[in-house]
């Protein structure tokens, strides 16, 4: 049993937060969430300097590394800031798709752009009438000669909007159900593929959300992303790692409340001395640290599996769930500490409250991580 | 009777200012150890210098050569190498400027003398020099001991001592003909060069804002310059701001910028290292926001506001916006 | 072209608060932020942008305990060639004269046509090492360098003076050039960068390695000592506006307005 990172791991750690602090200024963050805007150029710049996709091999431009170092860096990002920090990592959404059951050419067409930050993917699962359950889906795509034709529609889709390129869940064989569905890789521009995005979100506003419509888009048959009628199987695989990456951000965004929140209740005095020396307030700030550490340890832990080789459903979702419960707590008992600033946009634990949120639903919400994990304990 | 040598620093036909401010400490100095104080001056054609010079010396050691002409570490060493090695001063002050940093040092090793840079004070203890200088850009002063020897070399900061009134001293003027007999080969002077001017005078402006590194980002200039605009006035800032380029050099308040008096400077997230101070520190009224409550700005400011500027600045602009109406 | 460039590892003070040990000699290090000293990150910089523009190698050297490694690791990340730390419990209490006098000891064995360090450090502030360093080493120097351009083994060189004027001077290498603030654009580290730099060795070399004895280095080998560290006294005690955001701008806004500036 070893509990160290790494010196490489440290030094990767660091060097995140170096980028991040140097690159997510509040006012900055600040400016992104109120114009609901992606960050490209600040991704871009991330893409460079190796943050994005690091567990890519390295000929298709990643760093070679694993997702525990991937996790490192969200968590640093959003540790400094939680807009800028999760947008960085939602810039390659669905790609992961193609790096694990791509073929040589779909790689090499899709992923060294990706990591470089040039283009910005989507990862299409989700119907506006099955939300959750997506062992049906009304989106098809039938076999034409050479080609696939699709028909449909997708929401709740990250990066719709701006997307150079989406991994899209089918229904190949409409009887079949989840045994009978299929990845297909579309590009923006393909004739009958449009999107639009879904505005008034409450958080993660520099990343953009969106649906698409699909009406008759012929895409040519090599678009077939794996095998035909495993997709959903392969998404399976795909959604774990995307939890593990939840986990770490919720990891990395509690760790920032609580830095704020400690600095804050050493500085602010009320009835004549530091709020740092009530009781009350030292216990909420143990608590908090209690709640961050914990989820870090089990969110490194289903990293380090994946890393050995072994995707473990049960141990993605626990983290999910332990990561991103506690993060809503201590978010809002961050919230608490700073008490009515904490309410205005200027302290930004305003901003960590309205982005943490949505981790308890997407990637499959708290309720499905549980289902998961009662499944496998009744069954082991 | 042994000296204290004050090293003279002139630069495009001007004595500088701190040559003045050592004169004056070195005077008291001199009182008080029982030497004599010797105005040490190199250049080409100077005898004009020198004769300002009489007024605040004992001595005036005038060295003339072509190679003495503008500022070079390596002449100026040699020259006041032999100087310092035939009347063995007691103390040799010079300026810590760019012209003091790039000589005194390699001066200090060429003769084996103890070297105290960037003083803000000094006093002799019996034989043993102390000095007073800061650390960490002026949140501690350290008093120091130089190594006990017949002569020390200190560099003194500029705009620390005052120059007093006092009776010319009539001093007189010596001549040394120039020990430098060869050419100074492996470092030539070329040229004085402006940096490219930029932005608007800000030594004309009334009312000045000041933005230091608190300002975390170019991109948070925007409403700081709204602020400066709705009171008429320009924007200033400290080094950082300059270095990271998100202001023009012209901007540039302190030692290396330029020196400003405006009857009002709002100070921004500058902490106050003494070369920003150096520049601002006479203007009428001095407001700093800052976080730090220890920040060395508030010694110079009359009105401190321990607060992140980000939320000072809205507020204050809406404020001015109303009292206009 | 080969390079040299000095480096220190340094407590991030300019935004933190600062307090003074129980020796009364040295700040409370507890809870500071270290990293590479501002001037030398330029510096740092330079060496890597001249060597990517002319080729050859840079090595970064430091002097400091173990845990100035990450300095190391840092200029190894962003450019650098080679590392050298130089540890001995005997050069603590080291001024700029006794850290040049080790430097130059280790120096004067490696191939180098520029050596840069920064124009000073932001904790001692003594703005002599590059100097003194030059002079040790018989080769020229210049201080406060604002840009550098290097032709047929002459660096002609932008000197900072007062008051935004600045100098030009023409140096014959090798030679130490002390890099003021500014001079560039330091980059990030990237992670290529840190996983090359984990795969290099790091050379440590203490007091006997040097060549130096121990009256030549630390508090003995110093020009300088500290006798005691204190806060500065407040020459004028400025009057604290206190309040709300609102309260402390209307607070301002008057005082403007009793001047006469609105």
């Known amino acids: ?380 | ?325 | 072209m080969d390079i040299i460039v000095c480096v220190k590892y340094v407590p991030e003070t300019a935004e933190a608060e600062i307090k003074i040990d129980s020796t009364g000699k040295a700040i409370e290090k507890t809870g500071l932020v270290f990293d590479i000293n501002e001037w030398d990150d330029y510096a740092l910089e330079e060496a890597v942008l001249l060597k990517e523009k002319l080729g050859g190698t840079v090595t970064a050297i430091t002097i400091g305990s173990e845990d100035s490694d990450a300095v190391l690791r840092k200029c190894l990340a962003r450019g650098a060639d080679d590392a050298i730390r130089l540890t001995d419990p005997q050069f603590e209490g080291s001024d700029g004269y006794a850290i040049a006098k080790i430097l130059s000891k280790v120096i004067k064995n490696l191939p180098f046509s520029l050596i840069l360090t920064g124009a000073q450090a932001s904790d001692d502030g003594y703005a002599t090492v590059g100097p003194i360093l030059a002079t040790l080493l018989g080769i020229p120097h210049a201080t406060m360098v604002k840009k550098i351009e290097l032709d047929d083994g002459v660096a002609k060189v932008n000197r900072e003076l007062e008051g935004g004027l600045e100098e030009i001077a023409e140096i014959t290498l090798p030679a130490v050039l002390a890099v003021q603030t500014g001079i560039n654009e330091p980059r990030y580290v990237s992670i290529m960068g840190t996983r090359k730099a984990m795969k290099k060795e790091i050379k440590i070399l203490g007091l006997a390695d040097v060549g130096l004895s121990e009256n030549e280095v630390g508090e003995t080998g110093s020009w300088i000592k500290t006798e005691k560290m204190y806060v500065p006294p407040v020459e004028k005690q400025a009057e604290f506006l206190n309040g709300s955001p609102e309260e402390i701008a209307a607070k301002i806004a008057e005082i403007l307005k009793t001047k006469g500036l609105i």
């Open chain 2, 1 to 325: 009777m042994t000296e204290i040598f004050v090293l003279t620093e002139h630069r495009q036909g001007q004595i500088r200012d701190i040559t003045f401010e050592m004169l004056s400490k070195g005077r008291e100095l001199a009182g008080k150890t029982n030497t004599e104080l010797t105005a040490v001056l190199l250049g080409k054609e100077v005898k004009n210098h020198a004769k300002t010079l009489q007024d605040y010396a004992k001595r005036v050691l005038l060295v003339e050569d072509t190679q003495l002409e503008n500022f070079n570490s390596d002449a100026y060493q040699k020259v006041l190498s032999s100087l310092i090695k035939e009347h063995k001063p007691l103390l040799t002050l010079m300026g810590h400027t760019s012209f003091g940093v790039e000589l005194a040092p390699s001066l200090a090793v060429s003769l084996d003398t103890p070297l105290a840079t960037d003083c803000i004070d000094l006093e002799f203890e019996g034989e043993t020099l102390t000095v007073i200088r800061q650390m960490y850009g002026g949140k501690v002063n350290v008093k120091a001991v130089l190594r006990k020897a017949e002569s020390y070399i200190v560099t003194v900061r500029q705009a620390t001592f005052p120059v007093e009134k006092e009776a010319p001293m009539n001093g007189e003027i010596v001549e040394v003909p120039s020990p430098l007999s060869e050419e100074i080969a492996k470092k030539r002077f070329v040229k004085y060069v402006l940096p490219p001017p930029g932005g608007v005078d800000i030594t004309a402006a009334e009312v000045l804002i000041g933005i230091g590194r608190g300002i975390k980002d170019g991109s948070n200039i925007p409403p700081v310059e709204e602020l400066a605009k709705t009171l008429g006035g320009a924007l200033a800032c400290s080094r950082p701001i300059v270095d990271k380029g998100w202001l023009p050099n012209g901007c540039q308040v302190g030692s290396s910028g330029k020196t400003v008096k405006p009857k009002f400077y709002l100070a921004l997230g500058i902490s106050g290292a003494f070369q920003h101070v150096l520049g601002m520190k006479s203007s009428d009224v001095i407001i700093a926001v800052n976080k730090d409550p220890k920040a060395p700005i508030f010694g110079v400011a009359d009105y401190a506001v321990v607060e992140d500027l980000f939320k000072i600045v809205p507020p204050l602009k809406s404020k001015i916006e109303e009292l206009k109406r």
């Open chain 1, 1 to 380: 049993m070893h509990f160290e990172l790494t010196e490489e791991q440290k030094y990767i750690k660091a060097a995140a937060r170096e980028f991040a602090e140097g690159e997510f200024q509040p006012e900055v963050a600040r400016e992104f969430d109120q114009k609901h805007e992606f960050p490209r150029a600040i991704y871009k710049k991330a893409a460079k300097l190796g943050f994005i996709g690091c567990y890519f091999d390295e000929k298709y431009s990643g760093q070679g590394l694993g997702l525990l170092e991937n996790v490192l860096m969200e968590e640093e990002f959003c540790r400094v800031d939680s807009t800028l920090g999760s947008a960085m990592f939602a810039g390659l959404f669905g790609s992961d798709l193609i790096l694990k059951y791509g073929t040589e050419a779909q790689k090499i067409e899709y992923l060294p752009k990706s990591a470089q930050g040039e283009w910005v993917s989507a990862g299409a699962f989700t119907e506006p009438a099955h939300g959750s359950d997506v062992t049906v889906m009304d989106t098809v795509a039938m076999r034409d000669g050479d080609e696939y034709v699709i028909n449909g529609a997708k929401t709740m889709i990250t990066n719709a909007p701006i997307a150079d390129y989406a991994v899209v869940l089918c229904q190949t064989d409409p009887e079949a159900r989840h045994k009978g569905q299929s990845l297909f890789i579309v590009k923006k521009g393909a004739s009958g593929f449009d999107s639009n995005e879904l505005t008034g979100k409450m958080g993660i506003r520099a990343s953009l959300l969106g649906e698409y419509s699909f009406s008759d888009v012929r895409v040519p048959k090599e678009a077939l992303l794996g095998e035909e009628n495993k997709g959903f199987y392969h998404f399976m695989e795909f959604i774990d790692v995307g939890r593990i990456n939840v986990a770490a951000q919720s990891v990395g965004m509690a760790q920032g409340a609580l830095e704020r929140a400690l600095k804050y209740a050493k500085q602010r005095e009320q009835f004549g001395r530091p709020l740092a020396d009530f009781q009350v307030i030292q216990h909420k700030l143990a608590d908090m640290a209690l709640d961050i550490e914990s989820a870090r340890l089990l969110t490194y832990k289903a990293a380090w599996h994946v890393d050995q080789g072994k995707i473990i459903p049960k141990w993605a979702c626990m983290a999910k769930t332990l990561a991103t419960t506690n993060a809503m707590r201590v978010i809002s008992e961050a919230m608490q500490i700073f008490g009515g600033y904490g309410y205005l946009a200027d302290y930004d634990i305003e901003r960590y409250y309205r982005d943490i949120r949505i981790s308890a639903i997407y990637e499959g919400t708290t309720e499905i991580q549980k289902n998961v994990v009662a499944r496998i304990l009744l069954r082991e």
